[in-house]
């Protein structure tokens, strides 16, 4: 009987294990887009304890809890931090065959050597044990970052956000590059004219520009887009239920701004074409700079209105949304690469629905330019599990080249969640070893190994223009 959790976890056959721990399994980590915290980076912070390190800020272990019945004041409330820690661990044995399950004793076994099972039973002596590494130099955020081979994090960043502890990164000398992602969704939040007006005040602030027309607003934004670029910024990120790709005119646009200055709301309509106008700007923007720009689509955001009142976003209350992609992606790219604007582009969808439509969308705009200009992402949220990701790579192989596929990403706001890269690489190892084994795939294995490492390190390097990450 095979152990849980052994070195053959996920990879049926001797082929499939051979392509992951002689050729994937060593290679660094480019984590392009997640939500990891700057300012832990940068004050090198130490947690207390392993509720603080795991549990703080993940609404995936959150929704779990709140299934089995955990109440709130255990979750996000007032509840201390063992307390916190032990309704987790008595959630824990409920979560076989969610993702869950492998990620919290994946991350036991990697950080901190543990191979027990996580459960009521278990759960003193290994917070006890966790919460004493923890304690050491060895387990701060910048040696978690070391101690599992990260060669890049690109965090997500408002436009209005100081990057500080970007800048204090860099003086530092700290040697694992910490970029910063210009996100602009506030920006384009035009449902409340009281909300988008108190966020053209912290605009102004960070800018330094009086924002009365509409013109003032690119012009903050534009300052902004180049402050970022000014301290390393080459990523811009996009979170979107869809693109918008409305026609309007420059004047509809400048009496739209006119009128949500003046508190007076949009109709649907109106909105769409104001952010229609907005994406056009910050994609040529980004295509002028050399970025790469990345859209988010699909997630149906705040559900529950009383949670989002008690707790505020990104506490997991979001779900997939049915929003119909296909037709305005499609003008959304076409009108940038008739301008010839279109950046390299990473495309991500949160419905399984729309795997296809990304997988043949983004072969109608490579232009030979680079290869894979127009990308579709690794499985996101909701689909970044083992079914997910098998989809999300069958499909690519199917309607694209997934030897240029730019690879997987943690999305997360946990320095724990690393071995999420791992996981990634095993699935897609035992893919190859079993298409090889059965002869669908040449048995070369430094040919197909040389693929496998493409994918988990050397094409994002390239597709992003980082050529000075090593592989050592």
């Known amino acids: 009987m095979k152990a849980f959790l052994n070195e053959h976890f996920l990879l049926q056959g001797p082929t499939a294990s051979r392509l992951y721990h002689d050729y994937a399994a060593s290679m660094p980590i480019i984590d392009y887009h997640c939500h990891l915290s700057p300012q832990l980076i940068s004050e090198d912070v ?77 759960a003193r002596e290994i917070y006890a044990a966790c919460n004493e590494q923890l304690s050491t130099p060895a387990f701060s955020v910048r040696n978690l970052l070391r101690s599992v081979k990260v060669k890049l994090v690109c965090t997500t960043d408002d436009p209005v956000d100081s990057l500080e502890h970007h800048r204090r990164l860099r003086e530092d000398g700290f040697e694992i590059p910490v970029l910063p992602a ?24 960070a800018s330094g520009c009086s924002v009365s ?42 009496l739209f701004f006119d009128r949500l200055r003046q508190g007076i709301p949009l109709d649907e309509s109106q909105q769409r074409q104001f952010k229609s106008a907005l994406l056009v700007e910050f994609a040529g923007w980004d295509w002028e700079k050399g970025w790469v720009q ?43 690469d008739k301008n010839n604007q279109l950046a390299r582009t990473i495309l991500y969808n949160l419905n399984p629905a729309d795997n296809a439509l990304m997988a043949t969308m983004t072969g109608n705009f490579n232009d030979g330019s680079v290869p894979g200009k127009i990308q579709w992402g690794s499985a996101w949220w909701f689909l970044d599990q083992k079914d997910g990701m098998i989809k999300q790579l069958n499909a690519l192989s199917n ?22 890269h791992e996981y990634f690489r095993r699935v897609l190892c035992n893919l190859f070893g ?22 988990c390190f050397r094409n994002a390097r390239e597709y992003f223009g980082w050529n000075q990450l090593s592989e050592s």
């Open 46 to 122: 130490r947690f207390e304890n392993l509720t603080q390190a795991w549990l703080q800020g993940d609404h995936y272990k959150w929704r779990a809890m709140r299934a089995q019945g955990v109440p709130e004041r255990f979750i996000t409330g007032q509840g201390s931090d063992e307390e916190k820690f032990f309704h987790w661990a008595a959630t824990v044995p409920y979560t076989v065959r969610n993702p869950l399950f492998h990620w919290t004793h994946l991350e036991l076994q990697r950080y901190f050597g543990i191979d027990r099972l996580l459960n009521p039973q278990s």
């Open 182 to 205: 210009f996100r602009p969704d506030r920006a384009m939040q035009v449902e409340d004219p009281l909300v988008f007006n108190g966020y053209l005040s912290q605009l102004e602030a």
């Open 213 to 254: 027309s509409y013109q003032d607003f690119l012009t903050a934004l534009k300052q902004r887009h180049d402050y970022f670029h000014q301290n390393g910024c080459t990523v811009s990120d996009h979170g979107l239920e869809q693109i918008y790709a409305e026609e309007y005119s420059a004047a509809e646009i400048k």
């Open 294 to 336: 990345q859209f988010h689509l699909g997630a149906l955001r705040n559900n529950n209105s009383r949670m989002l009142a008690t707790l505020g976003p990104d506490t997991g209350w979001d779900s997939i949304g049915d929003f119909a992609q296909g037709r305005s992606l499609s003008r959304f790219l076409n009108r940038l």
């Open 399 to 420: 309607m694209g080249l997934l030897s240029r596929f730019v690879g997987m990403l943690t999305d997360s706001r946990s320095f724990l969640s690393f071995p999420r």
């Open 434 to 455: 079993q298409e090889m084994e059965n002869g669908e795939l040449p048995m070369d294995l430094d040919w197909m190994g040389g693929i496998i490492q493409d994918i």
